[in-house]
Antibody
Framework: EVQLVQSGAEVKKPGESLKISCKGS????????IGWVRQKPGKGLEWMGV????????RYGPSFQGQVTISADKSIITAYLQWNSLKASDTAMYYC?????????????????WGQGTLVTVSS | IVLTQSPGTLSLSPGERATLSCRAS???????LAWYQQKPGQAPRLLIY???NRATGIPARFSGSGSGTHFTLTISRLEPEDFAVYYC?????????FGQGTKVEIK
């Protein structure tokens, strides 16, 4: 069974650093892109970026380039989302998601498996 | 690419047909357009990928269509569990973008 299990909720102060994780299981971790999606309270989904665990290639959404760091450690089948200096505006739920692949048709599927989400609260 | 969904809210009764629209600021490859459903307190769930392919376990009442810059999600007959927020997404070249969502609420 494919699963993405994220680290637990965090409460931080502005200016602090944070690294949250997403551990994959039940599939070949290095064969699929892993993305991160932000959802602010009561708002929609925002794509932050993706990482390819096989070679750690990353791509960022325009709004998040330089604001966060996305990485992966294939040896422990885990992807990460990191901030160096949090702001109150980073308060949100963060989801990791696997970009699926339809082997029958040979096409990408979008996000077929999602983590349970990590709630990050930044408040002084 | 910017995706714009309409309407923002759709008020319908169970058994009715729901038609949700997603318009892109530039052409999207039909292989790279997906739809998701999200209920309160839950992660999104993939419904449709490649414009018209249902994901595993998704009922046949959900269907997707479209091409170029206009895509549609249709729910043929709304069931009580279908009242939720729906998002379209383009995922070309591992650069993703989401629409702002359409809430389907009980009338």
């Amino acid at each position: 069974e494919v699963q993405l299990v994220q680290s637990g909720a965090e409460v931080k102060k502005p200016g602090e650093s944070l690294k949250i994780s997403c551990k994959g299981s039940g599939y070949k971790f290095t064969s699929y892109w892993i993305g991160w999606v932000r959802q602010k309270p009561g708002k929609g989904l925002e794509w932050m970026g993706v990482v390819y665990p096989a070679d750690s290639e990353t791509r960022y959404g325009p709004s998040f380039q330089g604001q966060v760091t996305i990485s992966a450690d294939k040896s422990i089948i885990t992807a990460y989302l990191q901030w160096n200096s949090l702001k109150a505006s980073d308060t949100a739920m963060y989801y990791c998601v696997r970009q699926g692949w339809d082997y029958d048709s040979g096409t990408l599927m979008g996000g077929d498996y999602w983590g349970q989400g990590t709630l990050v609260t930044v408040s002084s | 690419i910017v995706l714009t969904q309409s309407p923002g809210t759709l008020s319908l009764s169970p058994g009715e047909r729901a038609t949700l629209s997603c318009r892109a600021s530039q052409s999207v490859g039909s292989s790279f357009l997906a739809w998701y459903q999200q209920k309160p307190g839950q992660a999104p769930r993939l419904l449709i990928y490649g414009t018209s392919n249902r994901a595993t376990g998704i009922p046949a009442r959900f269907s997707g269509s479209g091409s170029g810059t206009h895509f549609t999600l249709t729910i043929s007959r709304l069931e009580p569990e279908d009242f939720a927020v729906y998002y379209c997404q383009q995922y070309d070249s591992s650069l993703w973008a989401f629409g702002q969502g359409t809430k389907v609420e009980i009338k």
